[in-house]
Structures are given as C-alpha cells and as structure tokens.
C-alpha cells in the first residue's frame, strides 16, 4: 500500500529565503509522486510531478523537487521564497490502479 | 493542462435542503472522477470514486444516501448532498482521471464551498 508523510504541517520562512517542505513516501513498488499547491477557497494546483524520468523534477513558479529512492523522500524546495508562494502544499502518491493518497499538507507562511 | 470545472464556487442553503455541485471536464473524457471534502486545515477527505456508467464507489462511512454522486457522461459527475444539515457545511473538491495508461495524475476542480443554515 502506498502512503505519504509530510513533515511539519507548518512552515514558516522569510521572503527570499529558502524553501524546504518535506514528504517521505511508503510504497511497494516504483510511485507517481506529486506536489499540489491549494491557494484559499480554491482547490489544487498541480506544481510538479515525478514520473520515473529525469530524479530533480522541475515545476511551476519556480519549485522543484528530487526523488530519492535510498531516502524514500520528494521534498519540495524553492530557493528564494515570495509572498505569492504562501499556501497550503500537499504532496501525493499514486500506482497501480487508481488509488491515490494525499499527505497531511503542509501551511506554507512567508514573513515579509 | 486539463481542465475541470466545479460549480458552483459558493452555495448557501436551508438545512433540510439538497444541494448538487457539478463537476466537469473540460477539454478531455475523464473515466473516473473522485469526489473530497475538505475541513479547515484539513488534507482532503476522499468520499467516493465514480466511473461513467456505472454506480459510485464509497469510502467507509460516507453516507451513500446522504451524498448521491452520478457520472453520467465522461465529461460530468455530480454530487447532491441530500436534506443538508449544518455538519455538511465544507469545501467539495472534485478530480477527475482521463485513464490508467497515463501517470495517474489527478486534476482538480475549484473546488465548492457549501454553507448550510
């Protein structure tokens, strides 16, 4: 069965400072691995996925993410936060069949 | 990217009424659509997962009766939340899935904010 951790369900960063938001994955076999990105009163935006190609995936509005198969993780990192970049952030799983699994979310707070 | 669309965006009722919020693509044939709920500061809540044609399948202890989802074409899937109370107050978010031969990835709708009074 596939699964997803993130870890800590808040982050605070300052603008133009690093961004680090981390998600471990449990999975059986080889997973589709997304980052989604929900703004207030909106439902979600697909920032970046990773799907056995290239291992550092590039995404939208300047995120990326790398998977590592030895850590089991997909952290999401962006490196100079803006206050557009506030939000909640879920990463995902999926494999086989149509199951897909959400993480907890991450609340994403940038300090002018 | 593909498109889904919800609507409506905002809906205020009377407790004691049904409310449908329908849930549509755009621009491709979604095979299966997922119905959420989502609390405040909440990750989404999977309700049920419905394929064209045939009859929704629920999560454990989503009410079937309380909430009727029906794909009945592959570009619409609506969900009626029925005799609404104050506790049905939340964010609908629906998704959709063109088929299983892709990445599986998961396009969302805007999502749907019901009120109930």
């Known amino acids: 069965a596939q699964s997803v951790t993130q870890l800590g369900s808040h982050v605070s960063v300052s603008e133009g400072a690093l961004v680090l938001l981390r998600c471990n994955y449990s999975?059986?076999?080889?997973?589709?691995l997304f980052w989604y990105v929900q703004y207030p009163n909106q439902g979600l935006q697909l920032l970046l996925k990773?799907?056995?190609?290239?291992?550092l995936v590039k995404g939208i509005n300047g995120f990326e993410a790398e998977f590592k198969k030895s850590e089991t993780s997909f952290h999401l990192t962006k490196p100079s936060a803006h206050m557009s970049d506030a939000a909640e952030y879920f990463c995902a799983v999926s494999g086989t069949g149509n199951q897909f699994y959400f993480g907890t979310g991450t609340s994403l707070t940038v300090i002018p | 990217g593909a498109v889904v669309s919800q609507h409506p965006s905002w809906v205020i009722c009377k407790s004691g009424t049904s409310v449908k919020i329908e849930c549509r693509s755009l621009d491709f044939q979604a095979t299966t659509m997922f119905w959420y709920r989502q609390f405040p500061k909440q990750s989404l809540m999977l309700m049920a997962t419905s394929n064209e044609g045939s009859k929704a399948t629920y999560e454990q202890g989503v009410e079937k009766d309380k909430f009727l989802i029906n794909h009945a074409s592959l570009t619409l899937s609506t969900l009626t939340v029925t005799s609404a109370h104050p506790e049905d107050s939340s964010f609908y978010i629906c998704s959709a899935q063109t088929d299983r031969r892709n990445t599986g990835e998961l396009f969302f709708g805007e999502g749907s904010r019901l009120t109930v009074l």
């Open positions: 990773y799907t056995s190609a290239a291992t």
């Open positions: 999975s059986s076999v080889p997973p589709y």
